[in-house]
């Protein structure tokens, strides 16, 4: 192809659509397969490389696209009269507000080592190896700061196990009850 970019790419979207077309058997879906690789395309463009085929490029794309929305309507519930809708129940989120201030409260009287350790590993993601470096300290410190700071916070907002977080036993009782009351 030796025309522009967008030449070349308005020419390929009969091609694209007869593609799309056989790949899911449905005309609409296919013109929404072709508008959603022209638009990632275009917005690609410079990923391109020139001298190869375009084509190619641009059924990958719509492939690549084509199967994350069947992957995607795989994990989706048709729920056509709201049955499963209608037994979802979300719980407030006024306690977690509170929850989280008393979290910053908690971390900010850290000792400053073990606030940033705490923040690298659980905050940023980072590997232990990675923060240690960042520190420039051994690992193993990394990991005794981590351990404190996790064990002092957990002192401080009274969390004793995995059951002290989501809502209280009450909380609990009522959204379930609720839940079971929309099933009936």
Do not use: C
């Amino acid at each position: 192809m030796s025309g522009s970019f967008k030449d070349d790419l308005i020419a390929e979207l009969p091609n694209l659509r007869a593609f799309a077309a056989s790949l899911s058997g449905s005309l609409q879906t296919a013109d929404d397969l072709v508008q959603d690789t022209a638009v990632k395309a275009w917005s690609n463009q410079d990923k391109f490389q020139p001298g190869t085929s375009l084509r190619a490029w641009l059924f990958t794309i719509l492939r690549n696209t084509y199967f994350s929305l069947y992957r995607k309507r795989g994990r989706e519930v048709q729920d056509v009269d709201g049955f499963y809708s209608g037994r979802l129940a979300a719980r407030g989120d006024q306690e977690g507000h509170l929850d989280l201030a008393d979290f910053r409260a908690a971390l900010a009287t850290l000792p400053e080592e073990q606030r940033e350790a705490l923040v690298m590993i659980g905050a940023s993601g980072l590997s232990y190896e990675e923060a240690a470096e960042i520190a420039g300290v051994p690992v193993g410190t990394i990991k005794s700061r981590v351990n404190r700071a996790r064990a002092r916070l957990a002192a401080m907002l009274a969390i004793d196990g995995v059951e002290d977080f989501g809502p209280t036993r009450a909380a609990a009782a009522v959204t379930l009850g609720a839940a079971s009351l929309t099933a009936d």
